[in-house]
């Protein structure tokens, strides 16, 4: 969708948010503005709306305990939760930070320390994250356990961080989509873009 387009399509709404970007160093996952639709519009980190992404540094205390960001939260669910922790007794894995230090870690800092996660979860053959003790099913299709504290974690961001209640209220009746190329078949509190149109419509 071009900028002019969408703001005579969607006249409320600030124009650039569909302003295309021509950026030849454009990462293969990213999925840019002007790819939105007609009554559409991308949760861009390249604009104001990338503060509804799971990456972005809106800190929250859920339980408690303060998170610096959604993916921090997520993430640090994957590594160990003390010294009892299976995942801590496997000599042969390597664990590059603490669960404490992950749940301070925003953006790609905390993407990636989850991917060491996963790939340890693999070399032991378990499907499981933890949270307070508990064992939760990781990567299910049903919205399980996993899934409700996510959405819980979203909902203290939205509660906790002024800007990000203002910025989703004023996306209005628009489609939210994702920033990114989602994987097939996704669990679905990885439709963070769909959690938030509920969100969204709860406030109203």
Not at 77 to 93: I, K, N, T
Not at 130 to 156: N, P
Not at 165 to 190: K, S, V, Y
Request: aromatic letters at 10%; charged letters at 25%.
């Amino acid at each position: 969708m071009c900028a002019g387009l969408a703001a005579d399509t969607n006249a409320r709404y600030p124009a650039h948010w569909w302003t295309p970007v021509i950026d030849p160093h454009k990462p293969d996952w990213e999925i840019l503005p002007q790819a939105a639709k007609p009554g559409e519009v991308i949760l861009s980190k390249r604009n104001e709306l990338g503060i509804l992404s799971n990456f972005a540094a809106t800190p929250f205390v859920y339980n408690g305990v303060r998170y610096a960001s959604v993916e921090g939260f997520w993430q640090m669910m994957l590594y160990p939760e003390g010294s009892a922790d299976p995942r801590a007794q496997a000599a042969f894995l390597q664990w590059p930070h603490t669960r404490a230090q992950v749940a301070q870690m925003t953006a790609f800092e905390a993407k990636a320390a989850g991917d060491v996660g996963e790939d340890n979860m693999r070399k032991l053959g378990i499907d499981w994250v933890t949270f307070e003790g508990r064992r939760l099913r990781y990567r299910s299709m049903t919205k399980g356990e996993h899934y409700r504290l996510i959405v819980a974690a979203m909902h203290a961001k939205l509660e906790q961080n002024a800007k990000v209640r203002e910025i989703l209220l004023a996306t209005g009746d628009l489609r939210l989509r994702p920033d990114h190329i989602q994987e097939e078949n996704a669990p679905p509190e990885w439709a963070y873009f769909e959690i938030w149109m509920e969100m969204r419509a709860s406030l109203r």
